[in-house]
């Protein structure tokens, strides 16, 4: 079946329904399916975005300002991964733990409405992306995925979202920011807060894809290959040391290697990288790619 195709047969699934909540991020996946419910249901079509200490600030004024591009009726719940000491314990299910908590918000808005489905933006690229225990809430939750469920794979989506003219459609994926975390150290409220001012600098300076890692104290930045002489300059560096410093950390580093999704997460898995939660990630050896180290509080 071609793209066209596909396009009329989510848009035909959603419109036998009585009404739809789409688990809304504002990232490309469910930006596409809150569209496509849009066309399909009007004003029964819902977007829900859960708000925790996870969500960095920004990824929520995008979600309402995408909602708004969209328009679509758009709710706002609240929540706290950190109540749950599953969740916190950042094992290799935290995903799981997350998910669960936020779609379980979804059922509750989709109740308080009067309505039966709750969907998401899982696409069909991402079964097959290493282990991925947020997919298995889904499943356990009997969530519906339209884009999975038409084999509508990531690029598609991405074709999608640049038909609807949704400002998202070449957006990088954006995890939580609890797989800012290795795996095995607590998620606390001091170090999600210190990761999101951490990258609020990288936005500034106008990075596009990037993340800070958080290994108790030690911060690693990571950005995308290209952008890595750009992370380099003098100026950037001076920077990062400094801000980076004044919001918490020991150390700053910067990784050679560049970005890579899974670098804090088990056995080189990636779990969830997409929009609804995307996250986590795989862990090296420190010294493995720690290939620059700036102490912060020391002469240059």
């Not at 958080?214 to 380099?232: F, K, M, N, P």
């Given at each position: 079946?071609d793209l066209e195709g596909k396009i009329d047969a989510v848009v035909d699934d959603l419109r036998e329904r009585d009404g739809v909540v789409v688990a809304f991020s504002g990232g490309v996946d469910s930006s596409v399916v809150a569209a496509l419910a849009r066309d399909a249901l009007g004003d029964d079509a819902v977007a829900c975005t859960a708000k925790s200490e996870t969500l960095p600030a920004e990824e929520l004024d995008d979600a309402k300002r995408v909602a708004e591009?969209?328009?679509?009726?758009?709710?706002?719940?609240?929540?706290?991964?950190?109540?749950?000491?599953?969740?916190?314990?950042?094992?290799?299910?935290?995903?799981?733990?997350?998910?669960?908590?936020?779609?379980?918000?979804?059922?509750?808005?989709?109740?308080?409405?009067?309505?039966?489905?709750?969907?998401?933006?899982?696409?069909?690229?991402?079964?097959?992306?290493?282990?991925?225990?947020?997919?298995?809430?889904?499943?356990?939750?009997?969530?519906?995925?339209?884009?999975?469920?038409?084999?509508?794979?990531?690029?598609?989506?991405?074709?999608?979202?640049?038909?609807?003219?949704?400002?998202?459609?070449?957006?990088?994926?954006?995890?939580?920011?609890?797989?800012?975390?290795?795996?095995?150290?607590?998620?606390?409220?001091?170090?999600?807060?210190?990761?999101?001012?951490?990258?609020?600098?990288?936005?500034?300076?106008?990075?596009?894809?990037?993340?800070?890692?958080?290994?108790?104290?030690?911060?690693?930045?990571?950005?995308?290959?290209?952008?890595?002489?750009?992370?380099?300059?003098?100026?950037?560096?001076?920077?990062?040391?400094?801000?980076?410093?004044?919001?918490?950390?020991?150390?700053?580093?910067?990784?050679?290697?560049?970005?890579?999704?899974?670098?804090?997460?088990?056995?080189?898995?990636?779990?969830?990288?997409?929009?609804?939660?995307?996250?986590?990630?795989?862990?090296?050896?420190?010294?493995?790619?720690?290939?620059?180290?700036?102490?912060?509080?020391?002469?240059?």
């Open positions: 079946m591009e969209i328009g679509i009726r758009h709710e706002l719940v609240s929540f706290s991964e950190l109540d749950n000491p599953d969740f916190v314990a950042n094992d290799g299910e935290r995903c799981y733990h997350c998910r669960t908590m936020r779609l379980g918000k979804m059922y509750e808005t989709a109740r308080d409405l009067g309505i039966g489905t709750v969907c998401d933006g899982t696409n069909a690229s991402d079964p097959g992306e290493g282990h991925r225990p947020g997919l298995r809430a889904v499943k356990e939750l009997e969530v519906f995925s339209p884009l999975l469920a038409h084999d509508i794979t990531k690029e598609e989506v991405r074709e999608i979202a640049d038909r609807y003219g949704l400002s998202v459609a070449d957006k990088p994926s954006m995890a939580c920011l609890s797989s800012r975390i290795p795996t095995g150290l607590e998620v606390t409220e001091e170090r999600l807060t210190r990761v999101e001012k951490a990258e609020q600098l990288l936005r500034t300076w106008g990075f596009s894809q990037f993340r800070v890692r958080d290994h108790d104290g030690l911060a690693r930045i990571e950005v995308a290959e290209e952008e890595l002489e750009r992370a380099l300059d003098a100026d950037f560096v001076r920077a990062a040391r400094d801000h980076l410093s004044e919001v918490g950390f020991d150390h700053v580093t910067l990784d050679l290697h560049g970005y890579a999704t899974g670098s804090v997460s088990p056995a080189n898995d990636t779990y969830g990288e997409d929009d609804a939660g995307d996250g986590e990630e795989s862990e090296p050896l420190v010294a493995d790619v720690f290939a620059q180290e700036y102490p912060v509080g020391e002469d240059d």
